[in-house]
């Protein structure tokens, strides 16, 4: 679980001097530092708060050397002390202040850095709040003393890098030591006459913060008993040489602004703030984040504090401070001519007795002086305050006004805001619609893209099965047109044998009846020659021989009959069978027509079938491209208007 470790606050300031400089009324703030930090000193532990005061005295430079300008302070570095030479009606009054630490007009920024703000940089990044400020009138080297030389080209340090580049490199060199999970955050903002500007704003916004209608960058109580500055930029950084940059544009700001409103960097106040927040494990394994802030401030010429538009409240403890002083001074004055009339008291002589009385009198009269002042000046201020109490009265009015304006605003505002969130609402309901349709299109896609793979697959069968069918098909018929001339042949030579074989037949037929023939005609010419023998023989004989002649005659016939009856039976035989094999050879010649006609219609109807299949895959194919295009298109369409839309809620919530 993370948790934010937040300490208490540390601070600490550095008051610049030049040695030809008496401190003066102003000055009575270090001392007042001084004392502050020594007041607390008592406290530290209680309060958690630990102010130091440095004072740092730069050497007489080449002018002043020039002009003999007399060195009127002394600096003792061991016993952290500064004396202040003054010469007061001729007078020689030296004075001392005493500081938490000093550097005199030869220390080195090095010897400023190590000693003083090393401590509290380690501090911060042990999740303190620490802030170093330089105060001193204007040429006394607060600038030197924070910022320092610019950086050599080749991005090295020169010795008189001051505090802030100093620190900044310090703090990266700790947190890479330690290879820390940190992140680190930046602002830079100058304050000027009252008036915040925040020195890393992008210039829009600068011109914005110029225009009164929008919300200036205000400092805020943070509740804590701190306080924040709200709107301004914070930028993160990672490297040292970010922050160097951040901080040269910064600077660059400020100068331009400076150049722009005539103002002088005396006058104003600069704070550089470093944010980090370190990520630490405890030894229970609990993640802690470290925060720690390092503020450094670049105050304004102290003696221009007046003129940056601060009233910062001293003066008025002076007066009051004078006036008690004064009561005190009378108090002690009637008490001493009491003790003088009682005599009671010590005797004093006539002529100081005399000047006390005077000294008195005019105290007297200085103070009636000063009451009467001081009524009609309470009168004035009365008048005063009344006037600006109806002038309040009129702004308390105006500003009502301004609020019931402002709330009107607002209340359009946050209606616009609201319809801004319903369209935003609305247009990312529309952007996932589109991005499921973009995902179904891309699936499609796929899926098309698999179906085209699986029927290429089966298209590169089909043609490896068909090609081997056809090459199946073309084998049987090429062996079935074999086989059937071979039968052909066959057959041919089967009825050649039987033909010749007949033809034999009918030839022996045909001689056995021809000798048959010609039997029969040696027999009837036998019997001729019998008849006319016997001729004239007798007529028994005769008959005898006719019926001898009609019975060989009958049997001849009967024989001839039995002989044509098996020549038409053999004929007819015959004629039978060529017909029966003439009717087989047709039947079986028409068989293998219908086959080959089959064969030849399958195949047929195969490249047929293979042609609409091809056909039909070039269809789906042109389906689904154009599909594609179509869904490409309406994509196009949908991506182009939800891009008006951003873009109209862009220029809207912008508005
Ligand atoms: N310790 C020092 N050693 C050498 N020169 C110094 C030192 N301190 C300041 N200077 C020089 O004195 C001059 C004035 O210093 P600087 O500009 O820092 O004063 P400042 O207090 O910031 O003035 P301002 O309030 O006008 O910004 C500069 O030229 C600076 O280089």
């Given at each position: ?12 300031g550095l008051v610049s ?7 003066r009324s102003s000055d009575k703030s270090?001392?007042d530092l ?97 802030t170093i400020f330089a105060y001193g009138q204007t040429g006394t080297g607060k600038t030197?003393?924070m910022e ?16 802030i ?21 930046v602002t830079f903002l100058e304050l000027y006459n009252e008036e915040i500007t925040d020195l890393l704003a992008p210039e829009e916004c600068s011109k914005f913060i110029d225009d009164k209608s929008k919300k200036p960058i205000a400092l805020m109580e943070d509740?804590?008993?701190g306080v924040f500055v709200r709107g301004l930029e914070e ?11 951040i901080l040269?544009k910064g600077s660059a700001k400020r100068r331009t602004a400076e150049t722009l409103l005539n103002k002088q960097s005396s006058r104003s106040h600069s704070i550089f703030s ?21 503020n450094l401030v670049d105050l304004a010429g102290s003696e221009n504090i007046s003129r940056s538009g601060a009233r910062e409240i001293n003066q008025k403890m002076m ?62 201020k009365?008048?005063e305050t009344?006037h600006s109490?109806?002038d309040l009265?009129e702004k308390h009015?105006q500003a009502?006004?301004t ?253």
């Amino acid at each position: 679980m993370d948790s934010i470790q937040q300490q208490q606050r540390r601070g600490g300031g550095l008051v610049s001097l030049s040695p030809s400089q008496t401190p003066r009324s102003s000055d009575k703030s270090a001392r007042d530092l001084r004392s502050e930090s020594n007041l607390s000193g008592k406290h530290d532990k209680d309060k958690g708060v630990n102010v130091q005061v440095l004072v740092r005295c730069r050497p007489l430079n080449e002018d002043e050397q020039r002009a003999r300008t007399p060195v009127v302070i002394s600096c003792n570095e061991g016993r952290r002390e500064v004396c202040a030479v003054q010469n007061i009606a001729n007078k020689q009054i030296d004075r001392t202040f005493m500081f938490d630490k000093v550097f005199g007009p030869t220390s080195q920024q090095k010897d400023l850095y190590d000693q003083a703000v090393h401590p509290i940089v380690n501090e911060v990044l042990e999740g303190y709040n620490c802030t170093i400020f330089a105060y001193g009138q204007t040429g006394t080297g607060k600038t030197y003393t924070m910022e320092g030389g610019a950086r050599k080209k080749n991005g090295e340090f020169p010795n008189d890098a001051g505090v802030i580049p100093r620190a900044v490199r310090q703090i990266f060199n700790i947190l890479e030591a330690q290879s820390a999970e940190y992140s680190m955050k930046v602002t830079f903002l100058e304050l000027y006459n009252e008036e915040i500007t925040d020195l890393l704003a992008p210039e829009e916004c600068s011109k914005f913060i110029d225009d009164k209608s929008k919300k200036p960058i205000a400092l805020m109580e943070d509740g804590k008993g701190g306080v924040f500055v709200r709107g301004l930029e914070e930028e993160i950084v990672t490297t040292a040489n970010e922050i160097y940059k951040i901080l040269e544009k910064g600077s660059a700001k400020r100068r331009t602004a400076e150049t722009l409103l005539n103002k002088q960097s005396s006058r104003s106040h600069s704070i550089f703030s470093i944010t980090i927040h370190i990520k630490e494990c405890t030894p229970e394994g609990e993640e802690m984040i470290k925060c720690g802030k390092l503020n450094l401030v670049d105050l304004a010429g102290s003696e221009n504090i007046s003129r940056s538009g601060a009233r910062e409240i001293n003066q008025k403890m002076m007066k009051s401070a004078m006036i008690k002083d004064l009561y005190s001074e009378i108090d002690r004055l009637k008490q001493e001519v009491y003790a003088a009339r009682e005599k009671n008291g010590i005797y004093i002589p006539r002529d100081r007795y005399l000047q006390e009385e005077e000294e008195k009198k005019a105290m007297a009269e200085k103070m009636e002086r000063m009451e009467l002042e001081s009524e009609s000046k309470d009168k004035q201020k009365l008048e005063e305050t009344e006037h600006s109490l109806l002038d309040l009265e009129e702004k308390h009015r105006q500003a009502n006004a301004t609020i019931k304006e402002k709330e009107f605003l607002i209340s359009n505002l946050l209606k616009s805001e609201k319809a801004l969130v319903e369209r935003a609402l609305d247009l990312r309901a529309e952007l996932e619609d589109a991005a499921s349709d973009v995902s179904g299109l891309f699936a499609k896609i796929e899926r098309k893209d698999k179906i085209e793979d699986r029927n290429r697959i089966v298209i590169q069968n089909f043609q490896l099965q068909l090609t081997q069918q056809l090459e199946l098909l073309h084998k049987t018929v090429a062996a079935s047109v074999t086989h059937q001339e071979h039968q052909i042949k066959d057959m041919e030579e089967d009825m050649q044998s039987f033909v010749s074989t007949k033809t034999e037949a009918t030839e022996e037929l045909r001689v056995r009846l021809g000798q048959l023939r010609t039997m029969y005609d040696s027999g009837v010419k036998a019997l001729d020659n019998i008849t006319l023998e016997l001729d004239g023989n007798s007529q028994s004989a005769f008959t005898d021989i006719n019926s001898e002649v009609s019975k060989n005659c009958s049997s001849m016939e009967d024989l001839f009959s039995r002989i044509a009856l098996e020549a038409d039976k053999l004929l007819n035989d015959l004629q039978s069978s060529l017909h029966k094999q003439e009717e087989k050879l047709t039947a079986y010649a028409q068989q293998q027509r219908e086959a080959h006609a089959r064969a030849v219609d399958t195949a047929r109807s195969v490249s047929k079938i293979t042609v609409n299949f091809f056909k039909t895959l070039d269809m789906h194919a042109a389906n689904l491209s154009q599909i594609m295009e179509e869904a490409h298109t309406v994509n196009d369409q949908k991506l182009s208007e939800l891009e008006k839309k951003f873009e109209l809620l862009f220029i809207s919530s912008s508005l």
